[in-house]
């Protein structure tokens, strides 16, 4: 057993068919080339520590994330009150950009390596550990933001009751800005809102479904032929959907109008809803769209290509 190891997950944005992907429709997104850095040890006195952009979080007085990384480390046979579990987040929590998801991948992975596992053994460990550690925060997760925290660059997404279907997807390198415009629901109670939804509704919600998996399927293809405009017009006709489905606010509405009126080819929300991030494409290295996000929140620049690598 090593007695210090470091490993790391990453973060995710949701490009086209966000809810609908619960639901078995095929959605597109993209992992992050930052998120979540783990560091484990064995400890006598244990300490579960998270740093990130907006302060400082002692794990072991939050229940949830008590919860949450007890269940992480059960399929390791550790628990929490023996490690000392040091996080450096390089994103927002609770903004939509898949924290949770690159925290668990970074602490299993970091669980694996302490116990000096196998490549095969650590795959299906990690995977089984984070399935259960999400349940925490999302609820009915369909397992897009797990799929990213892993290093999976660009790619397709589909939940099937085999498992999820998962193609990778070549593309250019291009500039994408996030802007954090408004604090975050729960995305347990977004999920859950969407399914409410479903249950009133279900004829008038399925069709909506179905024009999102046709949003993404598009999208998909633009992606990989790099045709930026259709791109983002797909990507307001999203927004549209997930304004539709009842995941939108006023505030995030408003966040995509300044960033297309500002240069962008399109923008929507990235993630559950509710508050949380927008994704604006750039056309150009224009500061304007920088420039009016800031006015919203917090702002985040991405090169995003082909395929991220993590360690």
């Known amino acids: 057993m090593r007695a210090n190891v470091t490993a790391t997950g990453q973060g995710k944005l949701i490009v086209f068919g ?157 500039r994408w800005v996030v802007a954090r415009v408004a604090p975050s629901k729960s995305t347990a109670a977004m999920v859950q809102s969407v399914a409410d939804r479903r249950e009133r509704l279900p004829e008038v919600t399925e069709s909506l479904f179905d024009d999102f998996a046709h949003t993404s399927e598009m999208g998909a293809r633009a992606l990989t032929a790099g045709a930026w405009d259709v791109v983002g017009e797909l990507m307001n006709v999203n927004q549209g959907l997930l304004e539709a489905i009842g995941v939108s606010t006023p505030e995030l509405e408003a966040a995509c109008t300044a960033a297309n009126q500002s240069g962008a080819l399109g923008a929507k929300i990235t993630g559950a809803g509710g508050g949380g991030c927008i994704l604006a494409l750039a056309q150009d290295d224009d500061d304007r769209l920088v420039d009016a996000l800031g006015e919203y929140g917090d702002v985040f620049e991405f090169t995003l290509a082909g395929r991220n690598s993590t360690t």
């Not at 302490?114 to 984070?130: C, F, G, K, Y």
């Open 18 to 174: 966000e809810h609908a992907v619960v639901y078995g429709r095929p959605a597109v997104a993209c992992s992050l080339p930052t998120g979540a850095r783990a560091t484990l040890q064995r400890a006598a006195t244990p300490r579960w520590v998270i740093e990130h952009p907006g302060g400082l979080i002692d794990a072991n007085a939050d229940a949830d994330i008590l919860k949450a990384g007890n269940l992480l480390l059960e399929p390791f046979g550790l628990c929490a009150d023996e490690l000392d579990i040091r996080i450096e987040m390089s994103i927002p929590l609770g903004a939509g950009l898949g924290s949770s998801a690159a925290m668990a991948v970074a602490v299993a992975r970091g669980a694996a390596r302490l116990l000096d596992l196998n490549e095969a053994d650590t795959e299906q460990r990690v995977s089984r550990a984070v399935i259960a550690s999400e349940s925490v925060f999302h609820g009915k997760a369909s397992g897009i933001d797990q799929q990213a925290a892993m290093g999976s660059g660009f790619f397709t997404f589909r939940k099937t009751d085999s498992g999820p279907v998962v193609d990778p997807l070549k593309v250019d390198a291009h």
